[in-house]
């Protein structure tokens, strides 16, 4: 075998592990983001239940919540085993589907060729809307509804419990409540995370992909296009909330009409700042974590 011929089949063994790694690495960073960021998930969704609560008054509600074991801070990290396994699930997901889907992408538009800048954020930008479609089905609005039921129900009841009551009152279809909301929202918010966070690596690197940047780095591309996002698409969030709280039987235009008629257009952004106060540093560590994971899947690449 002539060296072209072997740099040829690396590169397609390559080519076939590549998702897989990313999915790896997008279990292991989606497990470190949930246990970093969970208490500002739980305050942010508090918040878009309860609008007119101020960011330490809902501390307080939540703190206030159980006795013992479950009561006090420990409050803040309520369901948070189940949360954990979505995430390994969803974040796993999400990247083996982005990368399958741009590597197909090229292979097929563009024969493998290596992609100029604006075709590269097409293929990003496409990327991430598959990659919001496959993991909402998959994984995120079942689970989201059931995050938002357990953290907004009046009683203290189990994550386990309030599944089956779900399945009893409103059967499986009721899993999916609210799910034209979630997946606006994931298919957005991929489709401005995944170009932001590789426009800006991109620049950093001078356009040499095979390089790994530091941890800094990672960590502030992973913020912006964190904050990027859920500045752009807060609103669907808001509508999402909302139409999977228990007990709420609107369609999403009275819901949508509800929000404004109660809170006028700041209503759609409730909840913003908490929202970025969890998303940045979630999708910081995130991308981060994914990058240093695949750091030690590709040793062979080098460092910026």
């Known amino acids: 075998m002539t060296g072209k011929e072997e740099n040829k089949q690396q590169q397609q063994q390559q080519h076939v592990n590549f998702p897989w790694k990313r999915l790896v690495a997008g279990a292991v960073a989606g497990t470190a983001d949930v246990w970093a960021c969970h208490p500002l998930d739980r305050i942010k969704t508090q918040l878009q239940n309860n609008p007119g609560k101020s960011i330490v008054g809902t501390f307080g509600d939540i703190v206030s919540k159980g006795k013992g074991f479950t009561g006090g801070v420990n409050a803040l990290y309520e369901g948070i085993l189940p949360m954990t396994a979505e995430a390994i699930f969803k974040v796993g997901i999400r990247y083996f589907a982005f990368s399958w889907f741009t590597e197909q992408y090229k292979t097929t538009v563009y024969n493998g060729e290596t992609l100029n800048k604006k075709q590269q954020f097409g293929a990003n930008l496409l990327g991430g809307a598959f990659a919001g479609t496959i993991e909402s089905f998959v994984v995120v609005i079942p689970c989201e509804l059931l995050k938002v039921r357990h953290m907004t129900q009046e009683h203290n009841k189990s994550f386990s419990t309030v599944f089956r009551d779900v399945l009893r009152e409103e059967g499986f279809q009721g899993l ?106 979630g999708q910081a560590i995130t991308w981060a974590v994914v990058e240093l994971v695949m750091g030690f899947l590709e040793p062979s690449s080098k460092k910026h």
């Open 176 to 281: 999916y409540k609210g799910g034209s909301a979630t997946l606006l929202r994931q298919i957005t918010n991929h489709m401005v995370r995944f170009p932001t966070f590789y426009a800006i690596s991109d620049h950093l690197k001078g356009g040499d992909h095979s390089v790994h940047l530091p941890v800094w780095q990672n960590l502030s591309a992973g913020a912006i296009a964190g904050t990027a996002s859920t500045l752009f698409n807060n609103p669907l969030d808001t509508i999402k909330t909302r139409m999977q709280k228990q007990g709420q039987n609107q369609t999403t235009m009275q819901v949508v009409k509800g929000i404004y008629q109660e809170n006028g257009i700041k209503g759609y952004w409730a909840g913003v700042i908490p929202r970025i106060l969890r998303v940045a540093p």
